[in-house]
């Protein structure tokens, strides 16, 4: 079966999802057609993690993470483990210096800290580097695999190029609901540390 392709959107206000798009398909041979939510949380979250500043990059890892889950699983468990080093870091150098040493070139996350070792940085930077080359959108462009079970699955996301454009319209409209949400992110990722004195030992 071919990938299912999204070729309406709506973006609406959700009760416990918030800003929310609702993407449709037309009706198949069967007559159904496919809806699929993305929140305007989730796009920003992934902004954040691969280290993305436009929606246009960050609906195309969207959609090479819904065609391929199992990679995506091991994609995260390695983004999770370099982002959440640099982030506490991050938040910790801040914290010490009372919000003196933010940065705003070459910054690697929303918090935008320059005192975090060069090690860990380009870990950072190598860990996003093989995430996007693996789902096939980096300079390397080498695709992990699909299982054979799943070739047969439409896709989870496919946005038409008018769908996509929408999206990507409406998310620069919301520019500082997308900075709140990937100061979320980054929070999530920091937890109780600063109030015990520092960054979890690693």
């Known amino acids: 079966m071919e990938p299912t ?3 309406e959107v709506e973006f609406t206000e959700q009760a416990g999802t918030g800003p929310c798009f609702s993407l449709w ?3 198949g041979p069967d007559g159904e057609g496919w809806i699929h939510e993305l929140p305007l949380q989730a796009l920003a979250d992934r902004m954040e993690l691969f280290g ?10 969207l959609t090479e993470l819904a065609r391929e889950p199992g990679a995506a699983d091991e994609i ?16 910790y150098a801040l914290y010490a210096g ?9 910054a690697q996350t929303v918090l935008a800290v320059g005192l975090v070792s060069e090690d860990r940085r380009r ?15 980096g300079a390397g462009a080498v695709r992990a695999a699909m299982s054979e079970e ?20 409406i998310v ?9 949400y990937r100061m979320m992110t980054a929070m999530s990722f920091v937890g109780p540390s600063l109030e015990n004195g520092g960054p979890e030992s690693e």
């Not at 500043?53 to 960050?58: G, I, S, V």
């Not at 995260?76 to 938040?91: I, N, P, Q, T």
């Open 5 to 7: 392709e999204y070729t």
């Open 98 to 106: 009372g919000g003196l040493n933010r940065q705003t070139a070459g």
């Open 76 to 91: 995260y468990e390695s983004l999770h483990e370099a982002y959440g080093e640099v982030v506490r870091m991050e938040a």
């Open 123 to 137: 870990r950072l930077e190598d860990v996003r580097r093989e995430a996007l080359d693996r789902l096939g959108l």
């Open 25 to 27: 398909s037309e009706p």
């Open 52 to 61: 993305l500043t436009e929606p246009e990059e960050t609906l195309d890892v």
């Open 150 to 169: 799943g070739e047969e699955e439409p896709f989870a996301l496919r946005p038409s190029p008018e769908v996509k454009e929408r999206i990507c319209e």
């Open 172 to 180: 620069r409209r919301h520019s500082k609901e997308i900075e709140d």
